[in-house]
Structure formats: C-alpha cells, structure tokens
Nanobody, 115 residues
C-alpha cells in the first residue's frame, strides 16, 4: 500500500514560486497516474494538474503557463512547480495517485500567497 507525503508548501508573495513534492513509499510509481488537487477555504476540491503513466500532462485553465507537473519514477516522487503565484492560488494542495486499485491521497500541504 502506498503512502504519500507532500511537502514544499508555505507562505509566498504574489509573483513568487514554490515547488511541491509528493513522495511515495511502499511501491513504485510506474503504474500510476498522478494528480494535484487543491481546496481553498469554503470551496470544493478542484483538479489542478495531472500526469499520465506515459508523461502526458494536463492543466486547469487557471494555472496553465504558470504551473508544471513532473514525475521522477526512480525517486518515487511527483512535483508541482508553481510560478507567478497569485492570491487566488491559496489553498491546501493534495496529490493523488490513481492506478488499477484504490486511489491514494497525500495529507495536503498549505500554500498561502499573500503580501
């Protein structure tokens, strides 16, 4: 069973950057699609970006051109590089691994964009 641990969140000024990591233990990444989601206070969780087993990527319109998802199967870690951050990007960010079995979620990491 996979366990996911996110890191890299924090407080950043508008226009700044952060890189989130999602480290997996207990298995390999090879057979999982990976997604990043976020949930702002009072709002539903929304999809931000995803990357397939083969490396194809997709992004929400709100983050296109600013965020980049990647995966390093050898390190069993997924990343979300976030640039040009805006206050509306403030949320708890979660990673999710989707394979043939159950989905696995991380515990979340807080990202706050504020001056």
């Amino acid at each position: 069973q996979l366990q996911l641990v996110e890191s890299g969140g924090g407080l950043v000024q508008p226009g700044g950057s952060l890189r989130l990591s999602c480290a997996a233990s207990g298995g390999t990444l090879d057979y999982y699609a990976i997604g990043w989601f976020r949930q702002a206070p009072g709002k539903e969780r929304e999809g931000v970006s995803c990357i397939s087993e083969g490396g194809s990527t997709n992004y929400a319109d709100s983050v296109k051109g600013r965020f980049a998802i990647s995966r390093d199967n050898a390190k069993t870690t997924a990343y979300l590089q976030m640039n040009s951050l805006k206050p509306e990007d403030t949320a708890v960010y979660y990673c999710r691994f989707t394979g043939r079995g159950p989905d696995y979620w991380g515990q979340g990491t807080q990202v706050t964009v504020s001056s």
